[in-house]
């Protein structure tokens, strides 16, 4: 069964199709949804900085309208891509992940970082263009990895500063140049907590668009080591039996279904399928 989001290139020459209206990875939301009617949504004498045509949901084309500022329209609000990604569906959070991550970097593409001319859209292609430098900027991605370290019945958990209040998640960090994955996660874990690991364990990949990684999932064996945190990273690092676990994650990251696959192959129950 095709995917109710489809990501494409298409010609904002052309008219017709739906609209999103996209500033700071937030959206203009109405109480019939995200989507309006482009033409109507262009007369609204927004900020508009670009527009982009990204693809199309339930067979529609979708245009992307990457805004200046948030501006007010009677009837509507503007809500956050975080908010999609806690009580939204999952074919709607694609289609907004795909979206604020190129909206953002369209914004923040906008001149040269050589010569600082003012980029071109390049014809056929999700990419940027400085005609003097004959330079191509493209939609940036940051491989992360995120990894769950185990031991036995345990698991090692941890909170940043910037975590919603008593959750506990995964170690992640991003990866550096010159630097495999698998490297990264030795690395990381020995900067957050302190701890060696082995036996890494690849699981699967999630974009994140937070707010613009591709995170690389893996589960990592305890090898030595005790737990000492990051200063300034880390505010609370502990194992956790998988009885007893504290509030976790949202069910669509990867970071969750790390911790549920874990916990349902210790408990017997049937593994979790991996969030898109």
Not at 14 to 30: I, R, T, V, Y
Not at 154 to 162: D, H, K, T
Request: hydrophobic residues 40%; contains cysteine.
């Amino acid at each position: 069964m095709a995917a109710r989001w489809q990501p494409g290139m298409l010609d904002s020459q052309q008219p017709g199709g739906w609209a999103l209206a996209h500033c700071k990875q937030h959206f203009l939301a109405d109480s019939n949804g995200l989507l309006f009617p482009r033409e109507w949504l262009k007369k609204q004498d927004l900020p508009i900085l670009a527009e982009h045509g990204i693809g199309h949901f339930d067979g529609d084309a979708v245009y992307l309208l990457e805004l200046a500022q948030p501006l007010e329209i009677p009837g509507c609000s503007w809500q956050s891509l975080r908010h999609f990604m806690l009580q939204g569906d999952g074919d709607t959070f694609q289609l907004l992940s795909y979206a604020t991550q190129i909206g953002t970097w369209a914004s923040q593409h906008r001149f040269c970082g050589s010569c600082g001319d003012p980029l071109q859209h390049f014809a056929g292609e999700r990419a940027m263009y400085c005609p003097r430098c004959e330079l191509h900027h493209y939609p940036r991605l940051s491989p992360s990895m995120i990894v769950l370290v185990t031991r036995g019945d345990e698991i090692l958990l941890a909170r940043s500063p910037r975590f919603v209040s008593g959750v506990y998640s995964t170690l992640a960090g991003f990866v550096e140049a010159g630097e495999s994955v698998e490297q990264c996660v030795a690395r990381e874990v020995r900067e957050e907590v302190g701890v060696e690991v082995t036996n890494l364990q690849y699981l699967g990949s999630q974009g994140w668009p937070f707010p613009h990684s591709l995170m690389l999932g893996f589960h990592a064996e305890y090898a030595a080591g005790e737990i000492v945190m990051q200063a300034d990273e880390i505010e609370d690092a502990r194992w956790f039996d998988v009885h007893q676990l504290p509030p976790l994650p949202a069910s669509r990251s990867i970071a969750r279904y790390l911790i549920d696959v874990y916990v349902a192959r210790r408990l017997g129950l049937p593994e979790p399928s991996l969030p898109e």
